[in-house]
């Protein structure tokens, strides 16, 4: 697979490469636009010589060639940039399914303690008499920590 998009690479390269050299200067000239004040002002681009282009198009063949082969190397160290590893559909599936309900589970809490502020706000109890409430609730056993009263 890595051998298939470096080829790919390379081939867009070596196109990108061929045109720019042979059409390149001429297609950016039309896509500026002509008129008679751009015609008078450009520069003569100097024609590549062919044999430097050959000698670009040599370069960038040797340079594939090694890659090519650092890649078939087991004991290369040549490091392949690589992006982050790709999941599977389930992992995202189940990455959303704990998402969602870390969410209902945040909103529930927010809706509890919006109804519990307006419990007290309706019945006219403050925090501080709420928790000398339970802490003698739970000091005389009339109410034991983890069992919820009238269950």
């Not at 509890?112 to 307006?118: I, L, N, P, S, V």
């Not at 003698?136 to 009339?142: A, D, Q, R, S």
Request: charge should be negative; glycine fraction near 4%; proline fraction near 4%.
């Amino acid at each position: 697979m890595a051998k298939a998009s470096l080829l790919a690479i390379f081939t867009r390269l070596c196109t990108v490469f061929a045109k720019k050299n042979y059409v390149g200067s001429h297609i950016d000239h039309f896509k500026q636009g002509v008129n008679e004040t751009s015609m008078k002002y450009q520069k003569v681009q100097k024609p590549v010589d062919e044999r430097e282009k050959l000698r670009k198009f040599r370069e960038l063949d040797d340079a594939f060639a090694q890659a090519l082969r650092q890649l078939d190397d087991p004991d290369s160290d040549f490091d392949i940039p690589t992006g982050p590893p790709v999941r599977s559909l389930a992992t995202l599936e189940k990455d959303d399914v704990e998402t969602q309900k870390k969410e209902q589970q945040q909103e529930q809490e927010r809706i509890f303690k919006q109804r519990f502020e307006a419990l007290l706000i309706e019945y006219g109890v403050d925090h501080y008499d709420l928790a000398e409430l339970i802490d003698t609730l739970l000091g005389c056993g009339l109410w034991h920590q983890d069992i919820a009263p009238g269950s």
